[in-house]
């Protein structure tokens, strides 16, 4: 079993709708959380970051962690054809160097 | 412009012919990793650089190598390609680890394939 498990999409959704995005997780001791997005053709680059359990909102981006249920997400209110890429999550716990990361969420907005 | 360029972008080679992937970065960052990212598996870390002379294993490491011998460049290094690592690989660079405000910055990949 991985320890980062992502649907793997690809999610078409009108554009104007809200998105959800998700990850579970099965380390206890991931501590960081991110979330990624890569272009077509292009590297990861950091979208959003959480610390431990909570929510935190920039723009129209939401992310939440619950770490009792070893879930995190992502929210994207009034989706663009632009917010259309590759979603990754990424974990971290404080002792391990390396991020892990989950396999992709491919997303398309349409227009 | 704060960036990870890596050389080249695409490659095709056969098994056995040895390549180096080059990888630099301009931000004076002290972490550097190498992923390779497959459908369905994600991202994974084959080798990463603490530091100048510093470099270990990441999750995936069989048939490559790193050296770090400056600061600014992290080559992966595969002296013996074989078709089971044609895939995309990605360099990355970070002060620390790359977690919470700790951005990791991402080269824009190199396709690799081997016949």
């Known amino acids: 079993q991985k320890e980062v498990e992502q649907d793997p999409g690809p999610l078409s959704v009108p554009e104007g709708a809200i998105v959800s995005l998700n990850c579970t997780y099965s380390n206890s001791a991931f501590q960081y959380f991110m979330w990624y997005r890569q272009y077509s053709r292009k590297g990861p680059e950091l979208l959003m970051y959480t610390y431990s359990s909570g929510n935190k909102e920039d723009g129209r981006f939401t992310a939440q962690v619950d770490k009792s249920s070893k879930y995190i997400s992502l929210f994207i209110r009034d989706s663009q054809p632009s917010d259309s890429a590759t979603y990754l999550c990424?974990?971290?716990?404080?002792?391990?160097?390396?991020?892990?990361f989950g396999s992709g969420t491919r997303l398309q907005v349409q227009p | 412009e704060a960036q990870v360029t890596q050389n080249p972008r695409y490659l095709i080679t056969v098994t056995g012919k040895k390549l180096t992937v080059t990888c630099s970065q301009n931000m004076n960052h002290e972490y550097m990793s190498w992923y390779r990212q497959d459908p369905g598996l994600g991202l994974r870390q084959i080798y990463y650089s603490m530091n100048v002379e510093v470099t270990d294993k990441g999750d995936v490491p069989e048939g490559y190598k790193v050296s770090r011998k400056e600061k600014r460049n992290f080559p992966l290094i595969l002296e013996s390609p074989s078709p089971n690592q044609t895939s995309l690989y990605f360099c990355?660079?970070?002060?620390?680890?790359?977690?919470?405000?700790?951005?990791?910055?991402f080269g824009p990949g190199t396709r690799l394939t081997v016949l």
């Open positions: 990355a660079s970070s002060l620390g680890g790359g977690a919470g405000t700790d951005t990791q910055y």
């Open positions: 990424a974990m971290k716990g404080t002792g391990r160097r390396a991020l892990t």
